[in-house]
């Protein structure tokens, strides 16, 4: 199936607002686990000294929980989009949880502008992740650019997305699937993000076309690709 792009923000209110009211908690913690386990391969523990990016953080589901997970560290979550921003500053100020979440602090900013030094952050990043971001870009190049100059010789990166189903079959499979939990605007948004996905092939050869073979590309599943490695 051919690759069509869609926008790169998620700036409509009530597109932004059936996005966070969903219910994706299985699949947000299973991100989580999955980078601890990675991380421990690694014998890496995250402490006080620990900088964790969350790229495209969206209404901050995932910079949550990775605040929660590794409280001793500071999280950053950065989306491009004002409303998603101002949606993830809303979740944590009403959170349960918020005396545990100092730690998480949110920018506005399209991530392909980021420059550490606009922010005033003075660590280096240990963890630098995003989930549902890839597809969003327009370009591949752009999306690598973007982890390479946040990167250092530190810096462990998990990226996971969606995986382009082979057909139009296979889309309008999931897209049913995806219409018996969520409703109308998130299973159209979940369609066009399909179609807007990578393959497996296409990221590969990007990171071993463009000396990015230190990265890991591999298929979670059925659905999604991980990204995952060092710079």
């Not at 296409?202 to 990171?207: A, D, P, R, S, V």
Request: aromatic share 8%; glycine share 4%.
């Amino acid at each position: 199936m051919e690759r069509i792009p869609e926008p790169e923000l998620m700036e409509g209110k009530e597109q932004v607002i059936s996005y966070d009211e969903a219910d994706f908690s299985e699949g947000e913690t299973d991100l989580i686990n999955q980078i601890n386990y990675y991380l421990m391969r690694k014998n890496i523990s995250l402490n006080e000294k620990d900088l964790i990016v969350d790229l495209g953080c969206g209404p901050g589901n995932i910079s949550e929980k990775l605040a929660l997970k590794w409280p001793d560290t500071k999280v950053i979550g950065i989306d491009g989009s004002k409303e998603m921003i101002l949606r993830a500053e809303y979740k944590k100020n009403i959170s349960s949880n918020q005396k545990k979440l100092k730690n998480l602090h949110y920018i506005c900013s399209d991530i392909k502008d980021i420059k550490l030094t606009n922010f005033l952050i003075k660590k280096k990043i240990s963890l630098l992740v995003s989930n549902s971001l890839i597809h969003h870009i327009t370009r591949l190049e752009d999306f690598f650019k973007v982890i390479k100059s946040l990167s250092c010789k530190i810096t462990i990166n998990f990226h996971k997305d969606l995986k382009r189903p082979l057909d139009e079959k296979s889309a309008l499979e999931l897209k049913a699937q995806c219409s018996n939990k969520y409703d109308e605007i998130l299973t159209n948004d979940f369609y066009a993000s399909l179609k807007a996905s990578y393959t497996l092939k296409e990221l590969k050869n990007f990171t071993l076309e463009n000396n990015l073979s230190s990265l890991e590309v591999f298929e979670d599943g059925d659905k999604y690709l991980i990204v995952y490695g060092n710079l």
